[in-house]
């Protein structure tokens, strides 16, 4: 019977050191994920302060696909589909965010900008997209990475209102254009500007923000404890006397 009791005590104490492992584990991994879009957010600050406009030729610098940099530069919009991002939630609403390609003069490839978010009706059909400006335009703005894919990846949706897709995918967006490559990042225009739909300079609009990945790690760690906790007790409490 003795021998029995151990055996069960080491399977519970098996199972417990596994449950709390996964649980750090994963609060660990929130714990990283607060500070990275804490310094996400601090290096965007940083640059809308400064404003210090850089050439647009920067969106072509591989080593700073990551980053995020203001630029200014001319150009013209390239005459092609617009390219609507699913799943793009503003003030509680659904909707999309439209981009199109625009040829800079300072860059060989094109870039990638966003001209706003428009809303979704109930049916998700869009409102008439305007055309782009014509000519030669002047554009300032934040260069940013794309848009996170995250795990839902799929071919574009070719529409009347352009190409519908959950993730921008650059490899993708360039063999539509026909070109070899296209600009790592993107660019968000000054809302200040007269272009496009609603716009704004937020880099985390449908993602969760550091004090969430904070509390989501809080309760990985509680719950890591509570196990720990629990099997603590269960292991050293008195046991029922045996009566003969």
């Not at 080491?10 to 990275?36: D, K, S």
């Not at 640059?47 to 630029?71: C, F, S």
């Not at 530069?73 to 609403?93: C, K, M, T, V």
């Not at 008439?128 to 940013?144: D, Q």
Request: glycine share 8%.
């Amino acid at each position: 019977m003795r021998l029995r009791h151990r055996y069960t005590r080491l399977i519970g104490w098996c199972a417990a050191l596994l449950c709390i492992a996964v649980f750090c584990g994963l609060g660990r991994w929130q714990w990283q994920r607060m500070h990275e879009k804490q310094a996400m957010l601090d290096a965007v600050a940083a640059v809308l302060e400064k404003r210090d406009a850089l050439p647009l030729a920067v969106a072509a610098d591989t080593a700073k696909t990551n980053g995020y940099d203001w630029v200014g530069g001319r150009g013209r919009f390239i005459e092609a589909s617009p390219w609507l991002l699913d799943n793009q939630q503003r003030q509680g609403q659904p909707g999309v965010r439209v981009f199109r390609a625009f040829q800079a003069e300072a860059l060989e490839m094109p870039l990638l900008v966003e001209m706003g978010w428009l809303p979704l009706a109930a049916n998700r059909e869009l409102p008439r997209l305007p055309a782009p400006p014509a000519g030669e335009v002047m554009l300032s703005g934040l260069l940013s990475p794309p848009p996170s894919q995250g795990l839902l990846k799929g071919v574009p949706a070719s529409t009347a209102a352009g190409y519908w897709v959950v993730g921008l995918d650059m490899g993708v967006i360039a063999k539509t254009l026909a070109v070899k490559e296209i600009a790592p990042r993107i660019l968000r225009p000054d809302p200040a500007l007269p272009l496009g739909q609603v716009r704004d300079l937020q880099v985390l609009p449908n993602t969760l923000p550091p004090e969430k990945h904070l509390g989501y790690a809080v309760q990985w760690f509680a719950l890591a404890f509570a196990v720990l906790l629990t099997a603590l007790i269960l292991s050293f409490r008195p046991g029922k006397k045996r009566h003969e």
